[in-house]
């Protein structure tokens, strides 16, 4: 008799988050109130796509890849990922993104939920790096596409981590650089300078060329060095995008 095929949890909690009011008032409908008003940001967006037609290939081929961006970019990333998918055997995927155990984590969970993207629960530092990892090859597996903050959650900005690099190599996973630029913004005072788009701006998503890493390396640092040029070409690129 065959073992059960493994679910992978996409979007379980975490941790206990307290009493059953504050859980439903601060991790549910605050979180459903914020993904009202993303909906309302974005539909006054005067929006655009750059360099979109590779990665439409790669849908259209079925192949899986990982979006990777800044993390001052996140607000707006889901721009970057129009797509309706399905595995081999139909199922209905999409796009997942790796959120921490940590009740900040759950919060920013529960937003990508209401958005329509599924949350990895785990961590890509510290000691439960390792775990992160591993979950994010498993999704990958399943026939989910990734989204990926090579210098997130907590920076330093513009540095790229590992998880990125290894999760292409042990999926065979495309690598896709993606940006999204505002020709109006707000700068938080974060760690990461977060940009959010100021309503009826115009914003256009720019996409570098998919790449694949090859599977037998000895050494990820290049191609970590590389994506960290593409996404700082990007970075630059969005910068003066609307002058």
């Known amino acids: 008799m065959k073992a059960p095929k493994q679910v992978i949890q ?141 210098d997130g959650p907590r920076g330093p900005r513009f540095e790229v981590k590992p998880g990125v690099v290894a999760v292409a190599r042990k999926t065979r996973a495309w690598i896709v650089p993606v940006c999204v630029a505002y020709s109006s913004a707000w700068q938080l005072k974060t760690w990461d300078a977060m940009l959010i788009p100021k309503p009826f701006s115009k914003v256009a998503v720019l996409y570098g060329e998919p790449y694949q890493v090859p599977e037998q390396i000895e050494d990820e640092a290049p191609y970590a060095l590389a994506l960290h040029e593409s996404l700082m070409e990007l970075e630059k690129l969005a910068d003066g995008y609307f002058g």
Request: proline share 4%; aromatic share 10%; net charge positive.
């Open 10 to 150: 996409i979007a379980g909690r975490g941790r206990p988050l307290g009493n059953p009011i504050m859980v439903w008032l601060k991790f549910r409908f605050a979180t459903w109130v914020a993904s009202i008003v993303w909906k309302l940001l974005k539909f006054s967006l005067r929006r655009s796509k750059v360099g979109f037609a590779p990665i439409k290939s790669l849908v259209d081929s079925d192949k899986r890849f990982v979006l990777a961006f800044w993390h001052r970019r996140l607000v707006m990333m889901p721009l970057s990922y129009p797509f309706k998918r399905n595995d081999s055997n139909g199922q209905r995927r999409g796009v997942a993104i790796l959120s921490s155990d940590s009740k900040d984590g759950e919060i920013s969970a529960a937003i990508w939920r209401h958005l329509g993207i599924h949350a990895v629960r785990g961590t890509a530092s510290h000691g439960g790096g390792a775990q992160g990892l591993v979950k994010m090859i498993q999704v990958v597996r399943h026939g989910w596409d990734l989204g990926i903050t090579p």
